[in-house]
């Protein structure tokens, strides 16, 4: 059964501490990678999609990267409007997307 | 350019009543999927419809039906509605072929 899970479930940070969050996932042929994130009440906000390991994304502060079991979010000098939850997919069979729990990130100022 | 649109915002529906919630996908999309978020949980998939036609559904029970339209849009309604189907109902639209789901803000639905 396709899997995915995210650690840490939550992550306190201070303004300008970079951190990285996890996305371990089980899958049986991995069509793609997505992170996204998502406000309080609001739908997920597409980040990225991954495709093959080794591949690397970057956006602004966030950097995505994938390997064969796993994938990282890496947030360097993460600023308070960062604060959100992180989610992660994979698509595989079909076209459904399989989600983490997601991580809390909290950036203090 | 208009994103994927969602009605109502929120809802509040007695346990056994039904409900209708509405989806409009963004503009030059063809497929239309529906989630369910728990609270503090990852959203769920329900099905995927295209050309009309339910074309993947995930665990969930026959209570929970959809239906597309010619214009894409899409519905979904639960019946004999339960407390554990409180939740974020969110509906993504994409192209099929093409990788990239794009998520609305939602239907926070809760069942009392």
Do not use: M
């Amino acid at each position: 059964e396709d899997q995915v899970t995210q650690s840490p479930e939550a992550l306190r940070l201070q303004e300008g501490e970079s951190s990285s969050l996890n996305c371990s996932y089980t899958v049986s042929g991995l069509r793609g990678l997505f992170w996204y994130r998502q406000d309080p009440g609001k739908g997920p906000e597409f980040l990225f999609t991954l495709y093959s390991a080794g591949e690397e994304k970057e956006k602004e502060r966030l950097k995505a990267t994938l390997t064969k079991k796993e994938s990282f979010l890496h947030i360097t000098a993460p600023k308070p409007e960062d604060s959100a939850t992180y989610l992660c997919a994979v698509q595989a069979e079909g076209n459904k997307l399989v989600f983490g729990a997601g991580t809390i990130l909290r950036v203090k100022s | 350019d208009a994103g994927v649109t969602q009605s109502p915002t929120h809802l509040i529906k007695t346990r056994g009543q039904q409900v209708t919630l509405r989806c409009s996908p963004k503009s030059g999309h063809d497929t239309v999927s529906w989630y369910q978020q728990a609270l503090g949980q990852g959203p769920q998939f329900i099905f995927q419809y295209y050309e009309e036609e339910e074309r993947q559904r995930g665990n969930f029970p026959d209570r929970f039906s959809g239906h597309q339209f010619p214009n894409y849009s899409s519905e979904l309604n639960v019946n004999a509605l339960l407390l554990g189907d409180s939740a974020l109902y969110l509906c993504a639209s994409s192209l099929t072929g093409i990788h990239g789901y794009t998520f609305g803000s939602g239907t926070r639905l809760t069942v009392v």
